[in-house]
């Protein structure tokens, strides 16, 4: 990150927000769930900020995703996809009285025409 131009923003952003939440996770066991909580959290006072902590958990988790030892050409760690890779920042940033009920999801996807 020390190339880019904001890198020192994005590290202080990790630092700041997630690495007091994580630090006694090794990166694999750190579960999707905790990931969108921490940027749901924060959505409620600064959305902007979420959805840029959405990007710098996209980023680190796949940086991790690619890493390899150098010696064996393994993988470093054991992420095989990045649990992020799916969260979309609409559904993550929208409040909960927003978000449909789950009694009409089911309703509504199981009806046919």
Same mark, same amino acid.
């Given at each position: 990150m020390k190339t880019e131009r904001r890198g020192d923003d994005v590290k202080a952003d990790v630092? #700041? @927000?997630f690495l007091p939440k994580w630090k006694a996770l090794n990166i694999e066991d750190i579960p999707? @769930? @905790?990931i969108a909580r921490v940027i749901k959290l924060k959505a409620r006072t600064a959305p902007s900020q979420a959805r840029n902590l959405l990007g710098h958990a996209r980023r680190l988790f796949q940086w991790a995703v690619d890493q +390899?030892? @150098?010696e064996t050409g +393994? &993988? #470093?760690y054991s992420i &095989?996809?990045?649990p =992020? =890779?799916?969260m979309k920042a609409p559904r993550l940033l929208q409040s909960p009285s927003a978000q449909m009920p789950g009694a +009409? =999801? #089911?309703s509504s996807s199981s009806t046919t025409m």
């Amino acid at each position: 990150m020390k190339t880019e131009r904001r890198g020192d923003d994005v590290k202080a952003d990790v630092i #700041r @927000e997630f690495l007091p939440k994580w630090k006694a996770l090794n990166i694999e066991d750190i579960p999707p @769930e @905790e990931i969108a909580r921490v940027i749901k959290l924060k959505a409620r006072t600064a959305p902007s900020q979420a959805r840029n902590l959405l990007g710098h958990a996209r980023r680190l988790f796949q940086w991790a995703v690619d890493q +390899l030892d @150098e010696e064996t050409g +393994l &993988k #470093r760690y054991s992420i &095989k996809v990045s649990p =992020v =890779v799916c969260m979309k920042a609409p559904r993550l940033l929208q409040s909960p009285s927003a978000q449909m009920p789950g009694a +009409l =999801v #089911r309703s509504s996807s199981s009806t046919t025409m």
